[in-house]
Protein backbone atom coordinates (compact mmCIF):
# COMPACT_ATOMS: atom_id res chain seq x y z
CA UNK A 1 0.00 0.00 0.00
CA UNK A 2 1.33 3.52 -1.51
CA UNK A 3 1.76 6.51 1.10
CA UNK A 4 -0.87 8.07 -1.14
CA UNK A 5 -3.09 5.56 -1.05
CA UNK A 6 -2.88 4.87 3.11
CA UNK A 7 -3.05 8.79 3.37
CA UNK A 8 -6.49 8.65 1.72
CA UNK A 9 -7.97 5.72 3.50
CA UNK A 10 -7.14 7.47 6.62
CA UNK A 11 -8.71 10.54 6.01
CA UNK A 12 -11.42 9.38 4.20
CA UNK A 13 -11.98 6.64 7.29
CA UNK A 14 -11.91 10.16 9.51
CA UNK A 15 -14.20 11.71 7.72
CA UNK A 16 -17.26 8.28 7.69
CA UNK A 17 -16.46 7.75 11.31
CA UNK A 18 -17.66 11.82 11.65
CA UNK A 19 -20.22 11.48 9.49
CA UNK A 20 -21.87 8.09 10.86
CA UNK A 21 -21.69 9.71 14.53
CA UNK A 22 -23.35 12.94 12.75
CA UNK A 23 -26.34 11.05 11.34
CA UNK A 24 -26.37 7.55 12.11
CA UNK A 25 -26.14 5.88 9.24
CA UNK A 26 -22.76 4.23 9.67
CA UNK A 27 -20.58 5.67 7.27
CA UNK A 28 -20.69 3.25 4.43
CA UNK A 29 -21.85 6.15 2.17
CA UNK A 30 -18.22 7.38 2.45
CA UNK A 31 -15.89 3.87 3.02
CA UNK A 32 -18.02 1.95 0.33
CA UNK A 33 -17.38 4.27 -2.22
CA UNK A 34 -13.82 4.85 -1.28
CA UNK A 35 -12.75 1.16 -1.36
CA UNK A 36 -14.58 0.76 -4.71
CA UNK A 37 -12.15 3.29 -6.41
CA UNK A 38 -8.91 2.18 -4.74
CA UNK A 39 -9.49 -1.49 -5.00
CA UNK A 40 -10.33 -0.83 -8.67
CA UNK A 41 -6.98 1.61 -8.96
CA UNK A 42 -5.19 -1.32 -7.87
CA UNK A 43 -6.14 -3.57 -10.43
CA UNK A 44 -8.99 -5.72 -8.54
CA UNK A 45 -11.83 -6.19 -10.92
CA UNK A 46 -15.22 -8.05 -10.77
CA UNK A 47 -16.08 -11.02 -10.11
CA UNK A 48 -14.07 -10.19 -6.88
CA UNK A 49 -14.09 -6.37 -6.90
CA UNK A 50 -17.57 -5.91 -5.66
CA UNK A 51 -18.20 -8.91 -3.27
CA UNK A 52 -14.90 -7.47 -1.78
CA UNK A 53 -15.62 -3.71 -1.87
CA UNK A 54 -19.00 -5.05 0.19
CA UNK A 55 -17.21 -6.88 2.68
CA UNK A 56 -14.43 -4.64 3.51
CA UNK A 57 -17.32 -1.52 3.45
CA UNK A 58 -19.03 -3.23 6.11
CA UNK A 59 -16.03 -3.79 8.15
CA UNK A 60 -15.10 -0.28 8.15
CA UNK A 61 -18.67 0.34 8.77
CA UNK A 62 -18.89 -2.32 12.02
CA UNK A 63 -15.95 -0.76 13.54
CA UNK A 64 -17.24 3.13 13.51
CA UNK A 65 -20.95 1.61 14.12
CA UNK A 66 -19.54 0.52 17.26
CA UNK A 67 -17.70 3.43 18.61
CA UNK A 68 -20.95 5.60 17.59
CA UNK A 69 -23.05 3.09 20.17
CA UNK A 70 -21.24 3.59 22.56
CA UNK A 71 -21.57 6.81 22.60
CA UNK A 72 -24.91 6.87 21.78
CA UNK A 73 -26.22 4.72 24.65
CA UNK A 74 -23.78 7.51 27.06
CA UNK A 75 -25.93 10.09 25.24
CA UNK A 76 -29.54 8.22 26.24
CA UNK A 77 -30.09 8.34 22.52
CA UNK A 78 -30.91 4.54 21.95
CA UNK A 79 -34.20 2.99 21.69
CA UNK A 80 -32.42 -0.80 22.25
CA UNK A 81 -35.59 -2.72 21.85
CA UNK A 82 -36.26 -1.47 18.49
CA UNK A 83 -32.83 -1.17 17.83
CA UNK A 84 -32.55 -5.23 18.72
CA UNK A 85 -35.65 -6.25 17.35
CA UNK A 86 -35.05 -4.58 13.81
CA UNK A 87 -31.44 -5.55 13.88
CA UNK A 88 -32.34 -9.53 14.14
CA UNK A 89 -34.93 -8.94 11.08
CA UNK A 90 -32.49 -7.07 9.26
CA UNK A 91 -29.46 -9.84 10.10
CA UNK A 92 -31.22 -12.48 8.21
CA UNK A 93 -32.48 -10.30 4.96
CA UNK A 94 -27.99 -10.13 5.17
CA UNK A 95 -27.72 -13.37 5.18
CA UNK A 96 -29.89 -14.14 2.14
CA UNK A 97 -28.93 -11.10 0.21
CA UNK A 98 -24.92 -11.97 0.28
CA UNK A 99 -25.89 -15.55 -0.82
CA UNK A 100 -27.19 -13.79 -3.62
CA UNK A 101 -24.42 -11.29 -4.55
CA UNK A 102 -21.38 -13.79 -3.96
CA UNK A 103 -23.45 -16.24 -6.25
CA UNK A 104 -25.03 -14.12 -9.17
CA UNK A 105 -22.57 -13.21 -11.47
CA UNK A 106 -25.21 -10.43 -13.11
CA UNK A 107 -24.66 -8.47 -9.64
CA UNK A 108 -21.83 -6.67 -11.19
CA UNK A 109 -19.76 -3.37 -10.57
CA UNK A 110 -21.75 -1.40 -12.23
CA UNK A 111 -25.31 -2.64 -10.39
CA UNK A 112 -23.71 -1.93 -7.55
CA UNK A 113 -22.54 1.71 -8.16
CA UNK A 114 -26.19 2.30 -9.49
CA UNK A 115 -28.31 0.47 -5.95
CA UNK A 116 -26.42 2.36 -3.82
CA UNK A 117 -26.48 6.15 -5.83
CA UNK A 118 -30.58 5.43 -6.45
CA UNK A 119 -30.92 4.75 -2.67
CA UNK A 120 -28.79 7.43 -1.60
CA UNK A 121 -30.63 9.94 -3.45
CA UNK A 122 -34.63 8.67 -2.37
CA UNK A 123 -33.44 9.20 0.85
CA UNK A 124 -32.06 12.48 0.49
CA UNK A 125 -34.97 14.14 -1.14
CA UNK A 126 -37.25 12.19 1.82
CA UNK A 127 -35.31 13.86 4.21
CA UNK A 128 -34.57 17.03 3.42
CA UNK A 129 -38.00 17.34 2.29
CA UNK A 130 -40.26 15.44 5.56
CA UNK A 131 -40.42 17.45 8.54
CA UNK A 132 -38.94 15.27 11.52
CA UNK A 133 -40.71 14.41 14.60
CA UNK A 134 -40.06 15.26 17.66
CA UNK A 135 -37.22 18.07 16.80
CA UNK A 136 -34.54 17.37 19.18
CA UNK A 137 -35.76 15.54 21.52
CA UNK A 138 -34.09 12.07 22.82
CA UNK A 139 -36.89 10.48 24.43
CA UNK A 140 -38.61 7.43 22.84
CA UNK A 141 -41.98 7.20 24.47
CA UNK A 142 -43.72 7.88 21.38
CA UNK A 143 -42.62 5.15 19.31
CA UNK A 144 -45.32 3.04 17.29
CA UNK A 145 -43.03 -0.04 17.18
CA UNK A 146 -45.86 -2.01 15.24
CA UNK A 147 -44.37 -5.54 13.59
CA UNK A 148 -45.49 -4.25 10.16
CA UNK A 149 -43.34 -1.39 10.55
CA UNK A 150 -40.40 -3.51 11.97
CA UNK A 151 -40.10 -6.47 9.72
CA UNK A 152 -40.54 -4.07 6.76
CA UNK A 153 -37.35 -1.66 7.93
CA UNK A 154 -35.30 -4.14 9.17
CA UNK A 155 -35.68 -6.23 5.96
CA UNK A 156 -34.98 -3.35 4.05
CA UNK A 157 -32.22 -2.56 5.82
CA UNK A 158 -30.35 -5.45 5.75
CA UNK A 159 -30.77 -6.26 1.78
CA UNK A 160 -29.41 -2.66 1.19
CA UNK A 161 -26.62 -3.21 3.47
CA UNK A 162 -25.36 -6.40 1.96
CA UNK A 163 -26.19 -5.27 -1.48
CA UNK A 164 -24.53 -1.81 -1.05
CA UNK A 165 -22.12 -2.20 1.66
CA UNK A 166 -23.50 0.12 4.02
CA UNK A 167 -24.88 -0.44 7.55
CA UNK A 168 -28.16 0.54 6.37
CA UNK A 169 -28.69 3.46 8.49
CA UNK A 170 -30.08 5.00 4.75
CA UNK A 171 -33.14 3.10 5.35
CA UNK A 172 -33.37 2.95 9.20
CA UNK A 173 -32.93 6.95 10.51
CA UNK A 174 -36.00 7.86 8.04
CA UNK A 175 -38.02 4.77 9.10
CA UNK A 176 -37.17 5.34 12.79
CA UNK A 177 -37.81 8.65 12.23
CA UNK A 178 -41.14 8.25 10.27
CA UNK A 179 -42.81 5.16 10.84
CA UNK A 180 -41.78 4.64 14.15
CA UNK A 181 -42.48 8.29 15.10
CA UNK A 182 -38.83 8.43 17.36
CA UNK A 183 -37.05 11.89 17.25
CA UNK A 184 -34.29 12.02 14.94
CA UNK A 185 -31.32 12.15 17.77
CA UNK A 186 -33.09 9.08 18.87
CA UNK A 187 -33.41 7.61 15.55
CA UNK A 188 -29.76 8.04 14.57
CA UNK A 189 -28.34 6.80 17.87
CA UNK A 190 -30.76 4.17 17.31
CA UNK A 191 -29.99 3.51 14.05
CA UNK A 192 -25.78 3.38 15.01
CA UNK A 193 -26.65 0.18 17.74
CA UNK A 194 -28.54 -1.35 14.98
CA UNK A 195 -26.17 -1.32 12.39
CA UNK A 196 -23.78 -2.99 14.91
CA UNK A 197 -25.81 -5.95 14.34
CA UNK A 198 -26.43 -5.87 10.94
CA UNK A 199 -22.63 -5.38 10.09
CA UNK A 200 -21.26 -7.99 12.34
CA UNK A 201 -23.47 -10.75 10.35
CA UNK A 202 -22.63 -9.18 7.26
CA UNK A 203 -18.65 -9.21 7.47
CA UNK A 204 -19.01 -12.60 8.91
CA UNK A 205 -21.34 -13.34 5.97
CA UNK A 206 -18.49 -12.22 3.25
CA UNK A 207 -15.51 -13.35 5.09
CA UNK A 208 -16.43 -16.77 5.22
CA UNK A 209 -18.67 -16.84 1.34
CA UNK A 210 -14.97 -15.76 -0.20
CA UNK A 211 -12.86 -17.93 1.61
CA UNK A 212 -12.14 -20.17 -2.19
CA UNK A 213 -12.39 -16.75 -3.73
CA UNK A 214 -8.98 -15.39 -5.60
CA UNK A 215 -8.95 -12.67 -2.84
CA UNK A 216 -5.65 -10.55 -2.90
CA UNK A 217 -3.21 -10.63 -0.23
CA UNK A 218 -4.60 -9.27 3.00
CA UNK A 219 -7.96 -10.52 2.59
CA UNK A 220 -9.83 -12.53 4.24
CA UNK A 221 -12.36 -13.92 2.04
CA UNK A 222 -14.09 -10.90 0.71
CA UNK A 223 -12.76 -8.98 3.37
CA UNK A 224 -9.76 -6.47 2.36
CA UNK A 225 -8.24 -6.32 6.43
CA UNK A 226 -5.39 -3.66 5.44
CA UNK A 227 -7.45 -1.38 3.53
CA UNK A 228 -10.41 -1.99 6.06
CA UNK A 229 -8.25 -1.17 8.93
CA UNK A 230 -6.34 2.08 7.58
CA UNK A 231 -10.18 3.01 7.10
CA UNK A 232 -11.36 1.86 10.29
CA UNK A 233 -9.69 2.83 12.95
CA UNK A 234 -9.73 6.20 12.44
CA UNK A 235 -13.27 5.93 11.83
CA UNK A 236 -13.51 4.22 15.35
CA UNK A 237 -12.44 7.99 17.35
CA UNK A 238 -14.02 10.52 14.84
CA UNK A 239 -17.65 8.71 15.16
CA UNK A 240 -17.65 10.00 18.89
CA UNK A 241 -16.99 13.67 17.87
CA UNK A 242 -19.67 12.69 15.58
CA UNK A 243 -22.24 12.13 18.40
CA UNK A 244 -21.03 14.73 19.86
CA UNK A 245 -21.64 17.72 17.38
CA UNK A 246 -24.94 15.76 16.74
CA UNK A 247 -26.25 16.73 20.09
CA UNK A 248 -24.87 20.06 20.40
CA UNK A 249 -25.78 21.32 16.98
CA UNK A 250 -30.28 22.03 15.61
CA UNK A 251 -31.72 18.96 14.07
CA UNK A 252 -32.15 20.32 10.72
CA UNK A 253 -28.45 21.35 10.72
CA UNK A 254 -27.99 17.17 11.43
CA UNK A 255 -30.76 16.31 8.55
CA UNK A 256 -29.00 18.84 6.00
CA UNK A 257 -25.87 16.99 6.92
CA UNK A 258 -26.45 14.15 6.16
CA UNK A 259 -28.54 15.14 2.93
CA UNK A 260 -25.13 16.78 1.36
CA UNK A 261 -22.99 14.30 2.03
CA UNK A 262 -25.06 11.64 0.21
CA UNK A 263 -26.32 13.31 -2.64
CA UNK A 264 -22.30 13.80 -3.41
CA UNK A 265 -21.92 10.40 -3.18
CA UNK A 266 -24.95 9.24 -4.85
CA UNK A 267 -23.75 11.84 -7.94
CA UNK A 268 -20.20 10.10 -8.32
CA UNK A 269 -21.48 6.71 -8.34
CA UNK A 270 -24.54 7.11 -11.09
CA UNK A 271 -21.70 9.24 -13.07
CA UNK A 272 -19.07 6.10 -12.83
CA UNK A 273 -21.57 3.67 -13.63
CA UNK A 274 -23.50 5.53 -17.10
CA UNK A 275 -20.49 7.74 -18.42
Known amino acids: MS ?16 VAGLVGVG ?8 LFFVLQGIGIEDPVLTPLTLGSSLFCTLAASASGAVAQNKAGAVDWRTALTTGAIAAVAVVLMTLLVTTQPWYSKRVFQIVLGVVLLVVV ?34 ALSS ?40 VAMYAVRGLAAPVPSGAVGYVHVPYALALALPAMVTARFGVSTAHRVNVKWVRWAFGLFAGIVAVRLLWNAFV
Open 163 to 202: AAGVGGGVVLVPAFNGPLRLPLKAAAGTSTAAIVLITAVG
Open 3 to 18: LTVLALLIAAGALGGF
Open 27 to 34: GGIIFGPV
Open 125 to 158: ARMLTKKSHGGGAITASGARRSWSALIGTGAAAG
